[in-house]
Nanobody
Framework: VQLQASGGGLVQAGDSLRLSCAAS????????MGWFRQAPGKERDFVAA????????AYADSVKGRFTISRENARNTVYLQMNSLEPEDTAVYYC??????????????????????WGQGTQVTVSS
């Protein structure tokens, strides 16, 4: 399993960005996927997660209403649409995959524990 995150960049506060995470693997449609981020000097934090079907999603309180996670199983890709970006959103964003087909719960997928595979990260910088 390989995950390739892309779409980061330097934007101004209030702008939008869409991150993509392309996955290798024939059973992508069975995987739960997540996005995490790590700001300089801080621990990596949960951002959003989506179940294998897309029917279930979870968001960190700090991004709820501004970010949307989605997936396109035919393209083996998960997206993170980020609107109304704030300087506090500046971080390296990582996508992660749980290929085990575990039962979806918000609590489970807010934790790093179920994610067995991680992408390399893409930098998002929001200027004020």
């Amino acid at each position: 399993v390989q995950l390739q995150a892309s779409g980061g960049g330097l934007v101004q506060a209030g702008d939008s960005l869409r991150l993509s995470c392309a996955a290798s693997g024939r059973t992508f449609s069975n995987w739960a996927m997540g996005w995490f981020r790590q700001a300089p000097g801080k621990e990596r934090d949960f951002v959003a997660a989506i179940s294998w079907s897309g029917a279930n999603q979870a968001y960190a309180d700090s991004v709820k209403g501004r970010f949307t996670i989605s997936r396109e199983n035919a393209r083996n890709t998960v997206y993170l649409q980020m609107n109304s970006l704030e300087p506090e959103d500046t971080a390296v964003y990582y996508c992660a995959a749980d290929p085990t087909g575990g039962i979806w719960t918000d609590k489970r997928y807010r934790s790093e524990r179920p994610y067995g595979y991680w992408g390399q990260g893409t930098q998002v910088t929001v200027s004020s």
